[in-house]
């Protein structure tokens, strides 16, 4: 039995899924880390309790999104729903991002708009072993 390369558009996927991954951890730890420095007084609880709530979907996306992204090399049905996710959420993120905050975020839409049509294309369908999604 010979093995088969994973093919460009599947590895480039699979570099962005953890450069995702770090992006999304380093931010977590951001909002982690302003939660621990928030000094006590009449905002301090709630002011906590936001920096939390605002870490959380961020160290979700950098888990889901390591955890595809070694989970790649052995393909699956699974494996290919999970980065279409991540692509979306990551498009969604950076669309919202621009809209409210500033254009620089739609770098991030831009890349997962790629990791989608990557995830989607022929190579990726053979790799992961499924006639459609």
Known sequence: MRVRAMPA?????????????????????????AAATVVSGAFGEPAVSLFLLAALPFAVLATLSLLTAVRTGHGGNGVRVVA??????????????????????????????????????????????IPRL
């Not at 899924?17 to 951001?30: P, Q």
């Not at 969604?92 to 831009?110: E, L, M, Q, R």
């Open 9 to 33: 558009p599947v590895r480039a996927v699979r570099v962005m899924l953890f450069l995702v991954s770090a992006v999304s951890g380093f931010m977590a730890l951001r909002f982690t880390v």
């Open 84 to 129: 279409v996710v991540v692509a979306r959420l990551v498009v969604a993120g950076g669309t919202v991002g621009a809209a409210a905050h500033h254009g620089a975020w739609s770098a991030g839409a831009v890349m997962g708009v790629v990791m989608l049509i990557a995830v989607t294309g022929e190579d990726a369908k053979d790799w992961f072993g």
